[in-house]
């Protein structure tokens, strides 16, 4: 596949709260075919940490 599924963007920053929830979407971006694009960026908001997490489409052979 050349392209991403669904539509989605070549390259896509996924954000949220550092909880289960984040993790499961970046596990699924990486699923789709998706690769991780240098490390995730943190910041804290007075109360939780929050995550930047950069994925580029890499494709899957086959």
Known sequence: M????????VYRVLTGPDDAAFCRRVSEAL????????GPALTFDGERVIVAQAVVWGGREG
Request: charged share 25%; glycine share 12%; no cysteine.
């Open 2 to 9: 050349s392209t991403p599924p669904d539509g989605l963007p």
């Open 31 to 38: 699923a789709k075919g998706y690769r991780l694009h240098e």
